[in-house]
């Protein structure tokens, strides 16, 4: 089976900065991704990496070390509609996208 | 209109019952995708189906059937519904290169 690890909750303060980090061990690798969920909802997607580096898109950022087994997903400037789970999730080589438990980040005024 | 649909949204259900949640989709996608979703445990695979002729078991297929009755179709039912399948159930879709997916908006089962 793969083996995702991401931490269960964050909290953080509106306008600070958040850093969720995500570890994988999976059978292959196709990219990882992350999606944002907020409580009852569908999750949705936020950004995907297959490369090593940092990927950056607005107030998110998400960063892969594949060599490192690590990932994680940058928010800047945090808002209280942050407020969410945020997944991990890694493609391995059966293509079945794998999915770490969620961070749930708590953003306050 | 959404992508990807999901009925019912909500159902309440009795132990022992049959039930049937439907999935329907128009991104055109080959690949479709039924998860169940638990506090605390994350997003998990019941089953998955690559194209309209190929179904197969994910992680936890037990207790579960699926059928595919067209490309944008793939519904999931429970045989015999007991209350430990109480959970948020979601579909969701990717095209060939299987690279992300599209979710749906959810069915929330409680089975009493």
């Known amino acids: 089976g793969q083996n995702i690890d991401q931490p269960t909750e964050m909290t953080a303060t509106e306008g600070a900065i958040v850093q969720i980090n995500c570890t994988y061990q999976t059978s292959g690798f196709n990219g990882l991704f992350w999606y944002q969920q907020h409580a009852g909802e569908a999750p949705t997607f936020l950004s995907y990496?297959?490369?090593?580096g940092l990927e950056e898109k607005g107030r998110f950022s998400s960063f892969l070390s594949r060599s490192k087994g690590y990932s994680y997903l940058l928010l800047k400037e945090l808002q209280m509609k942050d407020s969410a789970s945020y997944l991990c999730a890694v493609l391995p080589n059966d293509y079945k996208l794998s999915f770490g438990a969620g961070t749930t980040v708590t953003v306050r005024a | 209109d959404a992508d990807v649909t999901q009925t019912p949204r909500n159902r309440i259900t009795k132990t022992g019952k049959r039930i049937m949640l439907e999935c329907s989709q128009t991104?055109?996608?080959?690949?479709m995708y039924w998860y169940r979703q638990d506090p605390g445990l994350g997003l998990q695979l019941i089953y998955y189906s690559f194209d309209v002729k190929d179904i197969n078991k994910g992680e936890i297929s037990d207790g579960y059937s699926v059928s595919r009755q067209a490309q944008a179709k793939f519904s999931l039912s429970l045989e015999s519904a007991i209350p430990n399948q109480t959970a948020l159930y979601f579909c969701?879709?990717?095209?060939?290169?299987?690279?992300?997916?599209?979710f749906g908006p959810g069915t929330r089962l409680t089975v009493l």
């Open positions: 990496n297959v490369l090593d």
């Open positions: 969701a879709t990717s095209d060939s290169s299987g690279v992300g997916q599209f």
């Open positions: 991104k055109g996608h080959d690949r």
